[in-house]
């Protein structure tokens, strides 16, 4: 095998994956990205998210600067809760399971992912850039990452799943 002109090539495999989950198992947020893009200037982002069980992502919005958001599973199963603007859940579709692989979510919808399996690690993609003070807009309803009361709302939303 050569790797002569493969510059500007990355190798989605079982070892980058790996990679990934060991870093987000020993983060305290339990939950780690591998970037594809080369910079949070790049107009076009990809990226490996390794989720492990218990990690929270609050439920948000893409406004400020409207950018369509894909999820799609490559290992695992997460759910996508998508919400109605009083924080009631719209839908809820479980990802890597039953032959639905992803979710592509336009811009200004309120959602959410949680895992349902210990570990799970998803492809996304969405456009840049990344300014940490445009991307989202929290939703005011429900707990923010570390707030004290994040993982019960994770679990009564994992809760409503199960009962399907």
């Known amino acids: 095998m050569t790797t002569e002109g493969t510059a500007g090539v990355q190798l989605i495999d079982d070892a ?93 919808i309120w959602h959410t992912i949680l895992t349902l399996t210990p570990e799970a690690v998803c492809l996304e993609t969405k456009l840049g850039p990344w300014d940490a003070k445009t991307d989202k807009e929290f939703a005011p309803w429900a707990p923010l990452e570390g707030d004290p009361g994040a993982a019960a709302y994770a679990e009564g939303l994992l809760t409503a799943v199960r009962q399907v």
């Open 16 to 108: 980058l994956i790996e990679a990934t989950l060991a870093r987000a198992r020993s983060s305290p947020r339990l939950r780690a990205n591998y970037n594809l893009h080369a910079s949070n200037a790049e107009g076009y982002h990809r990226f490996l998210n390794a989720w492990i069980q218990g990690t929270y992502a609050a439920p948000h919005r893409h406004v400020a600067v409207p950018k369509p958001e894909t999820t799609l599973v490559l290992r695992g199963k997460l759910v996508c809760f998508i919400f109605d603007d009083t924080g009631a859940i719209a839908r809820s579709t479980v990802l890597g399971a039953g032959g639905v692989h992803g979710v592509d979510i336009a811009p200004g």
